[in-house]
């Protein structure tokens, strides 16, 4: 069983995970996500008619955008990790700018599995946050 505060520090730790690559992800490198993807990882992104499926072709994908996505900053808003045994659900929203503060707003939520002593991504989803509406 999991205690309270063991829940939290893996909290952390998650959110931490996803921030590094973020950090990354906003300065080309899609690497971070690489590092801390599983091989069975599945991924959907709104600007793929598919889901991909796998390391090797989430890294071709990840290649074809190496050194093209930037950012000048970004926030990690209202971050949730669910703990579910050995695995975990991190949703949050995810706000970028650019140089002219220009925003691009998302949803992301993330399915990690704990095994050999590691957190690994074994799911990814984004999909574009709706403006609101007057």
Not at 42 to 56: A, K, M, S, T, W
């Amino acid at each position: 069983m999991t205690t309270a505060t063991e829940a939290h520090s893996t909290a952390q730790q998650l959110i931490e995970m996803e921030d590094r690559a973020l950090r990354r992800w906003c300065n080309g490198d899609p690497s971070g996500f690489l590092e801390i993807s599983a091989d069975d990882v599945v991924y959907f992104d709104p600007f793929q008619e598919q889901r991909i499926d796998g390391l090797p072709a989430l890294t071709a994908y990840y290649e074809s955008l190496r050194g093209m996505v930037r950012a000048e900053r970004f926030e990690i808003i209202n971050p949730c990790v669910q703990l579910i045994g050995d695995a975990a659900v991190l949703t949050f929203n995810f706000v970028s700018y650019g140089g002219n503060e220009n925003a691009l707003r998302w949803n992301c939520t993330e399915v990690f599995r704990h095994s050999k002593g590691e957190w690994k991504i074994i799911q990814t989803h984004w999909s574009f946050t709706k403006p609101n509406r007057s």
